[in-house]
């Protein structure tokens, strides 16, 4: 058995949860990204009420995460984003987010994992001491990290690490016996998939060629043609905000508004009247015309009013390329992918055969029948 398997989920482990997880970060306070649980009453939603920390938010096959449980893992996950100094707040605060939504999903996605690699035996109580407390050891030094002060400050202590980490050595053993990673994903396959995307991309290719042409005449009918911009821009445009009343008109623009520092140059560097070239952008090719231009003002030497620009446009999507996403080792990506896609069916299997309950009910059971249905035998 490889001891680098439970190693590499050092810190989500140290946190108390894998990498998959499902519950919003503000776990109880309802919020737009975390509406409340309901009962209706009357045809009226009502919230119910805070949950007790012993209350239990799921069981799987009888193993229950309560929410004192919950709380716990996302004080963990707080503590060790805090860490990480050098991480902006707002990136902090969308992962602490994202973690919470995924918390729940992700227990019940281990819970029958673990209870499947339990059934299946075939591991050695010392073994897994041994794994277990050996990485414990490595994720406390990799996060510098002292045995007291860990316990002394950490929620949880190492009590919750090594949890964590005996249900990721479960997991490992478990998907390791039973997922067979396709043989056929080798050099020869990652060659044939890069041929592949080639040849899509030369079809791709071909095809912005024409779409480019489109725009190159739309420019020669509004500039050498002295066709009306309005008129072409019905005509051709493929934007589908474009109102087609024969201006082409786009919108006012504030100079600090066009975040695009070359367009926003080559858009204030017109006046009222010109028309552009045309201008490439991530999704496709535009002409402009500026209806309108409002210099910047100014009060003494300090500016206090932007330029603003009043402007028409003819758009033109363009295709984007297939950019094929691999590391410096494409085939270990492949098979990583597959062994993925592998676990991913196997737990949508064991979940159908488990008893989940939520006694609480979900978000998604609005009804109070349905959450009394939900109460499950081994909670009683």
Same mark, same amino acid.
């Given at each position: 058995?490889?001891?680098?398997?439970?190693?590499?989920?050092?810190?989500?482990?140290l946190?108390?949860?894998?990498?998959?997880?499902?519950l919003?970060?503000?776990?109880?306070?309802?919020?737009?990204?975390?509406?409340? %649980?309901?009962e209706?009453?009357?045809?009226?939603?009502m919230?119910?009420?805070?949950?007790?920390?012993?209350?239990?938010?799921?069981?799987?096959?009888?193993?229950?995460?309560?929410?004192?449980?919950?709380?716990?893992?996302?004080?963990?996950?707080?503590?060790?984003?805090a860490r990480?100094?050098?991480?902006?707040?707002?990136?902090?605060?969308?992962?602490?987010?994202?973690?919470?939504?995924?918390?729940?999903?992700?227990?019940?996605n281990?819970?029958?994992?673990?209870?499947?690699?339990?059934?299946?035996?075939?591991?050695?109580?010392?073994?897994?001491?041994?794994?277990?407390?050996?990485?414990?050891?490595?994720?406390?030094?990799?996060n510098?990290?002292?045995?007291?002060?860990?316990?002394?400050?950490?929620?949880?202590?190492?009590a919750?690490?090594?949890?964590?980490?005996?249900?990721?050595?479960?997991?490992?053993?478990?998907?390791?016996?039973?997922?067979v990673?396709?043989?056929?994903?080798?050099a020869?396959?990652?060659?044939?998939?890069?041929?592949?995307?080639?040849a899509?991309?030369?079809?791709?290719?071909?095809?912005n060629?024409?779409?480019?042409?489109?725009?190159e005449?739309?420019?020669?009918?509004?500039?050498?043609?002295?066709?009306?911009?309005?008129?072409?821009?019905?005509?051709?445009?493929?934007?589908?905000? %474009?109102?087609?009343?024969?201006?082409?008109f786009?919108?006012?623009?504030?100079?600090?508004t066009?975040?695009?520092?070359?367009?926003?140059k080559?858009l204030?560097?017109?006046?009222?009247?010109?028309?552009?070239?045309?201008?490439?952008?991530?999704?496709?090719?535009?002409?402009y015309?500026?209806?309108?231009?409002?210099?910047?003002k100014?009060?003494?030497?300090?500016?206090?009013?932007?330029?603003?620009?009043?402007?028409?446009?003819i758009?033109?999507?363009?295709?984007?390329?297939i950019?094929?996403?691999?590391?410096?080792?494409?085939?270990?990506?492949?098979?990583?992918?597959?062994?993925?896609?592998?676990?991913?069916?196997?737990?949508?299997?064991?979940?159908?055969?488990?008893?989940?309950v939520?006694?609480?009910?979900t978000?998604?059971?609005?009804?109070?029948?349905?959450?009394?249905?939900?109460?499950?035998?081994?909670?009683?």
């Open positions: 058995m490889k001891k680098s398997a439970i190693v590499a989920a050092a810190f989500l482990a946190c108390g949860c894998s990498d998959n997880t499902s919003p970060a503000t776990a109880w306070t309802p919020t737009m990204e975390n509406p409340p %649980l309901r209706v009453k009357e045809g009226k939603p919230t119910v009420p805070e949950m007790k920390p012993d209350d239990v938010v799921v069981a799987v096959n009888g193993v229950t995460l309560t929410k004192r449980d919950v709380d716990l893992k996302l004080n963990r996950y707080r503590w060790f984003l990480h100094r050098g991480m902006e707040e707002q990136q902090r605060t969308a992962l602490y987010r994202h973690y919470g939504k995924m918390l729940v999903n992700e227990f019940v281990t819970a029958v994992l673990v209870w499947a690699s339990r059934e299946a035996g075939g591991v050695d109580e010392a073994t897994l001491r041994h794994e277990v407390e050996t990485s414990v050891e490595k994720t406390l030094k990799q510098n990290l002292q045995r007291d002060y860990y316990e002394a400050h950490v929620p949880g202590g190492i919750a690490t090594a949890k964590s980490l005996e249900e990721s050595y479960w997991v490992h053993v478990y998907l390791t016996n039973n997922i990673v396709d043989p056929s994903i080798d020869t396959l990652y060659t044939n998939i890069v041929k592949q995307i080639d899509e991309n030369a079809v791709i290719a071909e095809s060629r024409v779409l480019r042409a489109k725009i005449k739309a420019l020669v009918r509004v500039t050498e043609g002295k066709e009306d911009f309005g008129k072409v821009a019905d005509e051709v445009s493929e934007d589908i905000l %474009l109102e087609r009343d024969g201006t082409g786009y919108g006012e623009f504030n100079e600090d066009i975040q695009d520092e070359k367009l926003r080559a204030f560097a017109l006046s009222a009247g010109e028309i552009s070239g045309i201008l490439d952008e991530d999704d496709g090719w535009s002409i015309k500026v209806l309108d231009y409002k210099p910047e100014f009060n003494g030497k300090e500016k206090v009013e932007d330029a603003q620009i009043t402007l028409a446009r758009f033109v999507a363009k295709e984007e390329l950019e094929p996403v691999f590391s410096a080792d494409p085939v270990a990506d492949l098979k990583n992918s597959d062994f993925k896609k592998k676990t991913d069916m196997l737990v949508g299997e064991l979940r159908q055969k488990a008893k989940i939520y006694p609480h009910g978000n998604f059971w609005n009804t109070s029948t349905a959450k009394e249905k939900a109460k499950p035998s081994v909670m009683k």
